[in-house]
Every structure is written in C-alpha cells, then in structure tokens.
C-alpha cells in the first residue's frame, strides 16, 4: 500500500505532539477546545483561530475531571469509538460507554444518575432538512448548538434516557425523520443562504401530524442563528480527514466543523480531536 512521504514524516514526529486534545466544547455560541500540555503539565485553551497545526492518527485515552482537578489516564489507553477507556469513564460518567447510544437500563442495573435523568426528544432543522433526537433536559440547546442546527423545536420529556431513546426510533421510524444527516451532506448547506419561512412551513406541517396523530404538542421553534461565521459560504467546504496538517485562513465555526481556507475551502470535525495529539511545532 503506497504511504505519502508527508504522512510518513508525520507518523515518525506524533508521538512527540505536545498537546493532548481532552474536549470541543461551546459556550453559548463561543467554542473552544481544552489541551493537556505536557510541557506545562496543565490545562490549556488551543486558540481555533489560528488555523495552522498537524493533528495525530493516534488516539488514547483523555483521563477525566473530579471537579477542576484533571486525572490523567493511569495506563494511557488507546481508544477508538470513544474518547475514555472504560476504566475512566466508569470513574467519571457512564460504566457501559455503548449506552450512550441504546441504553440498557432506565437506571436500575448501573444505578447511574446519567441514566435515570428525565430526557427530551427534539426535532433539528438543518435548513429545511429535519432530523429527530434526544437530550437530556439540562443541556438541549447546548446539543443543538454542538451539531450545528439552525432551529429546533422540543417534542416532549420522558422518565429516563432509555425510554426517550426507544421513543426517538418509534417516531423516527413512524414520521420517517432520520436520527442523524451525512456530514458531507450537512456541508452542502453552508453555501446556501437558511431559508426560515421554508422552516416555519415545515415546523408547522410537523406540528400538526404531531398533535393529530401521536398527540404530541410541539414547543415553539426556536432559532440558533448566533454561530462565529458570516453564512452562505462561496462554495461548500470539502470535508478533511482528521489526521494529518491543517493550514489555512480562518472562516468560522459552526456546530463540529471549523472552516478554512486553503486554496479551496475546507471542513475539519473538531468532534473528532478529543483524544487526539495536536501540535503547532511541525510549520
């Protein structure tokens, strides 16, 4: 299998890359990304604006917060699917990581309060395309504003997790409204301007198949039109693979995807870093 000779020279300098990614985060409509730097041994903020810096193919395990104070992953785990080891994250958030996408259990099993938290299913409008989803109650729009959507309206609350998830299919399966769009294809609508009465239009036709057939009463829409980018882009961005060089103009920010330009324009899933190793040293 033929390798480039950038990707070879970046393989031999990643596990020197000082910066560990530990999470993407939004505050509001401002995102961020915290850093373990070894040099410094501390936490830092990685400035997303200066868009020059290779990531790493290499992924291990981030570790975990008790309260401020971060922990390292005593054994360093390498890690895939998720961005902790089961170890650490049965220390802090969920022993059975899988259940963040099917839940075994309304709580009695794991005995997790995660699990038994009264959750809410939504529907996402990405323009006028609709998704359907959940989120635990306390940080919906934050969700929202995390996978970038431009409106959303509220469905209703359920007891626990499992049973929003179970919920969430029904629906899905009933009103047939995917659960999750193609990153490419949610791309392709950063080059076209949001059409809101095509949103209201399709709000309202959902409103009230919701109410006459499943008695559903949706919550007002609601707008997330506060995202650190002028939209529509000139064209859409060519989504990049995680790993490797990233260099360019800064574009802006919406929901996982920095945007860039660098001869072309360009979509890097800042989803995908936590667990990853970044530096600025190789430019």
């Known amino acids: 299998m033929f390798t480039r000779a950038d990707e070879l020279w970046l393989e031999e300098r990643e596990g020197r890359f000082p910066l560990h990614v530990l999470e993407f985060y939004w505050d509001g409509f401002e995102p961020g990304l915290h850093c373990y730097d070894s040099a410094k041994d501390g936490v830092e903020e990685f400035d997303l604006e200066d868009v020059r810096f290779a990531v790493s193919k290499r992924k291990t395990c981030i570790g975990y917060f008790d309260g401020d ?13 998720f961005g902790q080891c089961e170890k650490c994250s049965g220390e802090s958030f969920i022993p059975y990581q899988e259940c963040v996408f099917d839940p075994k259990c309304d709580g009695e099993l794991c005995d997790i309060a995660f699990c038994k938290r009264r959750h809410v299913l939504y529907l996402a409008f990405y323009d ?18 995390e996978q970038g959507a431009d409106a959303f309206s509220i469905i209703g609350s359920w007891d626990t997790r499992k049973k929003a998830r179970e919920a969430e299919k029904q629906l899905s399966a009933k009103l047939r409204i995917p659960q999750a769009f193609r990153q490419e294809f949610l791309l392709q609508n950063l080059s076209r301007p ?10 309202e036709g959902l409103k009230r198949t919701m109410s006459e057939a499943h008695h559903l009463e949706l919550e007002p829409l609601q707008w997330l039109d506060k995202y650190p980018i002028d939209l529509p882009l ?7 693979d995680t790993w490797g060089m990233h260099r360019g103009d800064f574009v802006g920010i919406k929901g996982k995807w920095l945007i860039y330009e660098s001869g072309d324009i360009k979509a890097l899933s800042l989803s995908d ?8 040293d190789e430019f």
Not at 234 to 240: H, M, S
Not at 273 to 280: E, G, I, T
């Open 194 to 203: 949001v059409d809101g009465k095509g949103i209201e239009a399709r709000f």
């Open 69 to 81: 104070m971060y922990i390292k992953c005593p054994d360093n785990s390498p890690v895939t699917t």
């Open 128 to 145: 006028t395309h609709t998704k359907i989803g959940m989120s635990s109650t306390k940080r919906v729009e934050k969700r929202l504003v």
């Open 273 to 280: 870093l936590p667990a990853r190793y970044v530096s600025r």
């Open 234 to 240: 000139r064209k859409a961005p060519k989504l990049q």
